[in-house]
């Protein structure tokens, strides 16, 4: 994707950090004028992503969030979330709802959630070198201002 506006961003992958990655791209997704529901669906899939490299990712320890967002300048905006951790052995398996491995006090949603509320979701991954995921959401109706 040719970006006509991006930002990066990374961070350590402490839990109180979920809220400051979606208040981050939630900040740089309003400058394309969103709707309120568009928003809320951005800010929901971004806490999932972030979320899924703290509690999978890292498990018992700290490492680094990396976020990207990009506009095209045609209404898309593509947000990918990496991290350097553990990495998936399955993919297809990890993003059937209900599948975990984090035991029984995770409910195993985190994919569907953000495919629901996303246009499209791709997550890469490899064992020992950490996961990718990839989300777009199509904001076509709207035009970036100033720009």
Do not use: W
Not at 7 to 16: L, T
């Amino acid at each position: 994707m040719k970006a006509k506006n991006e930002m990066r961003i990374s961070f350590p992958s402490n839990s109180n950090n979920e809220a400051f990655g979606r208040a981050v791209v939630a900040a740089f997704a309003a400058q394309l004028d969103p709707t309120i529901d568009e928003l809320s669906d951005i800010k929901t899939a971004v806490s999932e992503a972030v979320t899924n490299c703290i509690v999978h990712a890292y498990r018992d320890t700290i490492g680094m969030i990396y976020i990207t967002a990009k506009y095209d300048g045609h209404g898309t905006l593509q947000i990918k979330i990496r991290d350097k951790g553990c990495g998936i052995a399955d993919v297809e398996q990890a993003m059937q709802p209900l599948f975990t491995t984090a035991g029984e006090e995770r409910a195993g949603l985190g994919f569907a959630v953000m495919e629901s509320f996303m246009d499209k979701l791709r997550v890469t991954s490899k064992l020992g070198s950490g996961t990718t995921v990839t989300m777009q959401k199509n904001l076509a109706r709207r035009v970036m201002k100033n720009g």
